[in-house]
């Protein structure tokens, strides 16, 4: 069964510097929907993986929060659709 499009943009958006949701649904509705919809489930295991990463306790404090951050960046970018193609096509 096919997740409902609003399921996709269910996500908490207080902490992207860039959030559109114009342009978000835009790139869900659009030729590139099936790559955005990828790209947001990909972010979703990006989140995951960051919460199991900052619960770790075996790695160093300062290389763990980095590690975090930069998936929770990559998340981030994922979402704000700029891995989409530029062009319309």
Do not use: G, N
């Given at each position: 069964m096919r997740q409902p499009d609003e399921d996709w943009l269910d996500f908490d958006t207080s902490t992207l510097e860039?959030?559109?949701d114009e342009r978000a649904r835009t790139a869900l509705h659009g030729v590139h929907g099936p790559l955005y919809r990828n790209h947001l489930?990909?972010?979703?295991?990006l989140d995951q993986w960051a919460a199991a990463e900052a619960q770790r306790?075996?790695?160093?404090a300062r290389y763990r929060a980095g590690y975090v951050?930069?998936?929770?960046?990559?998340?981030?970018f994922l979402r704000q659709t700029y891995f989409l193609?530029?062009?319309p096509d």
């Open positions: 860039d959030w559109d489930r990909i972010a979703a295991r306790t075996d790695t160093d951050q930069a998936l929770e960046d990559m998340a981030a193609p530029e062009d």
